[in-house]
Each structure stands twice: as C-alpha cells, then as structure tokens.
C-alpha cells in the first residue's frame, strides 16, 4: 500500500518548504519544516524540495553551507551518504527504479544541465549542454532548457516534460 500526500509552503527567509507524508510497505516518511524523518526518526535536515523514493532508497538535496550550498543524499539501510558535493549545487532529484543511478540538474558547467550518477561507482555523465559555450546574444544553438520538475527515470533515459535523454 502507498500513501502520499504533500504540500508546498513558504518561510519567512524567502525558501519553500514542503510538507510530505508517505508510506511504502509500513515505512512512513515524513517531510516538515525542512526536516525528514523516517518512521518519526529524524534522517536529514534543511531539506530543500522534495525527497525522491526508489524501492527502499531515499534521496533529498539539503543545504550544507549557507545559504546556497547544497548537496544529494541518499538513505540506504539506515545509512545517509553525500552522493553529489557542494559543488554542484545540485537540483531536482530523480533516482532510477533499481537505486543504482540518480539524475539531477547542475549549473556547474555554467548552464543548468542534467547529469546521472551511479550510486555503484560513482562514474557521473552530463547529458544535456555537453561543451556550449557562453553567447552574449543568449543561450547558444544546442541548448537545451533544465526540467522544471524533478526528471524521472524510463529504463535508460531520464526524461522531463516531452524530452528524454540517454544515460550511458
């Protein structure tokens, strides 16, 4: 059985804030004011967005440094682990269905793009924006705009809106 429920708010700083509930198979997960708890058991603070679930895996981005330093994280049997650093300031989360990638979006290459790591190896790809470099005119020819959503993984692509992407 799978509950969920969520809501968006915003704080007095300025950030949103999410409030989520959900239970997958008699585990609860919880989202309220930047803090996710697992079955009442606090697991991260400063939480921003909306933590993403894979089977028994849970992956949120949280601020680290502030105020814009953030990073990824994974919850994996009842271990948390930085996935993807402060300097990528990572964005909008997805994890593939089998836990063994997480895509994100980036402006570390100087355009907001999309990357995939691999939670096994930790081997990491860019896959949209790949080499373009700065126009004073606007985005150059090739550029390919960053999902407003979080991008959700379809066997081998990460996909957003109507775009779909390879991953390595």
Known sequence: MIWIACALAQEADGRPTWELHRTVEGVVWDLQGR??????????????????????????????????????????????????????????????????????????????SVYVRSLVTGDEAQLTNVGLVRAASGPPEGFVAPPREAPVFRGDQVCWAERCVGVP
């Open 35 to 112: 803090e996710l708890r697992r079955n009442g058991v606090p697991v991260a603070r400063e939480v921003l967005g909306e933590p993403v679930f894979a089977g028994e895996l849970a992956a949120w981005v949280a601020v680290v440094e502030a105020p814009v330093g953030t990073a990824a994280f994974v919850w994996r049997a009842g271990e948390v682990t930085q996935v993807v650093g402060t300097d990528t300031r990572p964005d909008r989360l997805a994890l593939s269905g089998d836990g063994t990638r997480i895509a994100y979006v980036s402006g570390r290459s100087g355009w907001a």
